[in-house]
């Protein structure tokens, strides 16, 4: 039998901490409060409903995985966040439109609390947007270290034991790693000469990895994905995630390709788009913004169909990803996809999806359970990119010289097989030969 890890028990009050208190934000903490209060379910949270069988299917062990390990429960989170903007966060969820009302104003005094202390902001990394609730620094070193400042406040405001902060912040301008980004020196002389290439998600970020924090990020911008912070997180012992939550449209295309790709079926063209009215897909509109999601989106597929293994199936895929600002439609994204499939002696066929999905509410719960699972991390002693954390992310970050793993139901096994070696369980590999022998 392969021995536990040591874990350091959940005790005390776990601080969230989110960048942002938009749609993503406010949909997750209204919705933890409402859970805590025992009027709505955690619907969609691995941590909360989900199971991993442990030991053979013989044994009929299947434990929930909040009894497996330990983990923070959700009476002890508290959370703060930063924006731009001054709306305490139940203005903020009422501007988001995600959640009634009706079940706001339950929960309204809890929600009023959470005001965003000021925002690291500057429109160059975010065209779309400006607000007045943003810090002054004469550099970006000195933005860092008024983050750090609001982080400490926090802890000692609230008595808080551990601490955790996700970028849910707009999507940035499309960056590209630069040599300011390569070591931790370079990094840090490029914040004091405030170098255009640290855009604002990367101020906070480092503000987190150098107090240990964990840090991940819910959007594609480059952020935490970079030499320099990784090098810092292994330093500091910050375990890390992101990129970019694996909600609507690419949810389902990560549930599709794997099955059509298992079957053999080529995969001529795949066209999608959405309609999205809400803050993001304001922000999205912009060209560079929407760069940085296209990348991120449009890298899935060929990750999962592999086109070099088998090119008279992929090879000539025609792939094409839109993202349309459509405002009457607000949270409530629709998304289309047509793929044009090949079947045995090249006969064409044709697959459609229409989703009609709510992104922050597919958001919330990875929000939460990433928090909960980098928590669990950091008391595991785990640094630096977590991998098994794929199973969130469109673009899941990974080591150099790797691909990433974007097929949801590897990322799914590579996910309980961590918590099953964390437990000190047998992996599961699925062989099953000894039920036959
Ligand atoms: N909703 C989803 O399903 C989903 C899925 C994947 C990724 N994302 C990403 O998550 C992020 C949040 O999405 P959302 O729907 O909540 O967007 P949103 O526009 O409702 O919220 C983003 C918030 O971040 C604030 N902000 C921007 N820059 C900031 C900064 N530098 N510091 C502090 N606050 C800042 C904005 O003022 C806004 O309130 C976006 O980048 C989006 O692309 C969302």
């Known amino acids: ?76 989170l508290v959370f703060g966040a930063w924006d731009i903007f001054e709306d305490d966060c139940y203005a903020a969820a009422r501007t988001a439109g995600v959640i009634d009302r009706t079940l706001l104003d339950r929960i309204q005094p809890d929600l009023e609390q959470i005001k965003p202390w000021p925002a690291v902001f500057d429109r160059r990394y975010v065209k779309r947007l400006d607000g007045p609730n943003v810090k002054r620094g004469h550099n970006k070193k000195e933005l860092a270290e008024q983050v750090i400042d609001d982080i400490h406040a926090f802890r000692r405001n609230n008595n808080l034991d551990r601490l955790v902060m996700v970028w849910c912040g707009s999507t940035e301008v499309f960056m590209t790693e630069s040599p300011a980004h390569q070591t931790i020196e370079a990094f840090e002389c490029a914040l004091e000469t405030n170098d255009p290439a640290i855009p604002s998600s990367m101020v906070y970020a480092y503000a987190a990895i150098r107090e240990g924090i964990p840090y991940a990020n819910a959007a594609p911008n480059l952020s935490a994905d970079i030499p320099a912070l990784v090098e810092l997180a292994a330093r500091t012992g910050s375990p890390l995630a992101g990129k970019d939550l694996k909600t609507g449209q690419t949810l389902i295309k990560t549930i599709v390709a794997p099955g059509l790709k298992a079957r053999l079926l080529g995969v001529e063209g795949w066209y999608s788009t959405n309609i999205l009215g809400n803050r993001d897909g304001e922000v999205l509109d912009d060209p560079e913004s929407f760069k940085t999601k296209e990348e991120s989106k449009k890298s899935v597929l060929d990750y999962i169909l592999q086109p070099q293994l088998y090119p008279d199936l992929y090879d000539h895929l025609c792939h094409l990803v839109r993202i349309n600002y459509y405002p009457p439609r607000g949270d409530n994204k629709e998304g289309w996809d047509n793929i044009d499939l090949v079947g045995w002696l090249g006969y064409p066929m044709q697959l459609k999806i229409n989703f009609l999905c709510r992104d922050s509410i597919l958001a919330a719960p990875i929000v939460l359970d990433v928090a909960l699972f980098l928590d669990l991390a950091r008391r595991a002693n785990m640094r630096g990119i977590q991998e098994w954390l794929s199973f969130y992310f469109k673009s899941p970050v990974h080591a150099p010289g790797l691909y990433p793993e974007h097929d949801l139901f590897i990322q799914l096994m590579k996910l309980k097989n961590t918590l099953r070696y964390l437990k000190g369980e047998e992996l599961i590999t699925h062989l099953g030969r000894e039920y036959y022998d």
């Not at 942002?20 to 933890?32: F, P």
């Open 1 to 76: 039998m392969p021995t536990p890890v040591d874990i350091a028990p959940a005790r005390g009050k776990l601080g969230v901490m989110l960048v942002g208190l938009g749609a993503v934000s406010t949909t997750t903490i209204a919705g933890v409060l409402a859970i805590r209060k025992g009027l709505a379910k955690p619907i969609g949270s691995l941590t909360q409903m989900g199971t991993v069988r442990l030991g053979k299917r013989t044994e009929g062990r299947s434990p929930r995985i909040s009894e497996v390990v330990p983990l923070s429960s959700l009476d002890d």
